[in-house]
């Protein structure tokens, strides 16, 4: 049977927001054959997790030494076996449809990964979207990163809403080692290696509230935000055109005139 592993890294003052991310999990309808297992990794070995996941045998608790949520996420890979591999932080929310969706656009083998549509999901609870979405269809290479530098490092896709073959996730040493935007990193290097796919139809909800990683001061220095950004940009820029080599033809070609030998 197929498996498509959801990944989710936590930390204590996400804690509040699984049972709703679970639910959102468990709402999921997927093709038929396939299965979904939930790898839940606490970043520390507190206990964090003790008590408080559902009795789901899909529901798979783990942890291990403190080292961001780069480190969770590869550390909950590790114990996954699903063949695509879909991202979901703790305070997101699975939209309906969103799994089934992924699922089909990786049906096609020339496609790698994908990122879908998102919805803010604010505090009284209405969604507000945004009108820089990619239109729906495969996503060429190299795209977001264009984007991405001509929009002062802000990404057109989320990078939070990923699912990608695992086999390129490995490819791609999986997500990169910084204490954040590690996501934004890998979302970046798979656009520059392979083709992707944007889903139109909303697949996440992204829980905006004041304890967000996203918001706080240590994410947004300038110091540490800037070295972040140049190290995403020259790895993909660096992966992008080591594939542009490979892809371009031979000088020679089969078959043609080298001309003389040396020293004829």
């Not at 290696?193 to 889903?199: A, E, H, R, T």
């Amino acid at each position: 049977m197929p498996v498509l592993s959801v990944i989710t890294p936590v930390h204590p003052p996400s804690l509040p927001y699984l049972t709703e991310a679970y639910e959102s999990l468990a709402a999921q309808e997927l093709p038929a054959g396939w299965t979904w297992e939930w790898l839940v990794q606490e970043d520390g070995e507190t206990g964090l997790l003790d008590d408080v996941l559902p009795a789901d045998k899909r529901v798979l608790p783990g942890s291990g030494r403190r080292g961001g949520p780069g480190v969770a996420r590869m550390m909950a890979l590790s114990r996954s076996r699903g063949e695509l591999i879909k991202a979901l932080d703790a305070d997101d929310l699975l939209a309906p449809g969103a799994l089934a969706r992924d699922i089909a656009a990786l049906g096609d083998p020339s496609i790698g990964w994908t990122t879908c549509r998102v919805l803010d999901l604010l505090p009284n609870g209405t969604t507000v979207g945004f009108d820089s979405d990619p239109e729906e269809g495969p996503i060429e290479r190299g795209a977001i990163l264009r984007y991405w530098r001509r929009n002062g490092y802000v990404s057109s896709v989320v990078a939070g809403t990923l699912c990608v073959r695992r086999d390129l996730l490995l490819e791609l040493g999986g997500w990169m080692a910084l204490p954040a935007s590690e996501d934004t990193g890998l979302v970046l290097a798979a656009n520059a290696v392979s083709d992707g796919y944007f889903l139109a139809t909303c697949g996440m909800y992204y829980r905006k509230w004041a304890g967000q990683v996203t918001r706080s001061a240590a994410h947004n220095g300038d110091a540490e935000r800037l070295a972040r950004m140049r190290l995403i940009g020259e790895r993909a820029e660096i992966m992008l055109e080591s594939r542009r080599c490979r892809a371009a033809p031979s000088r020679t070609g089969h078959g043609s005139d080298p001309g003389p030998a040396s020293g004829t």
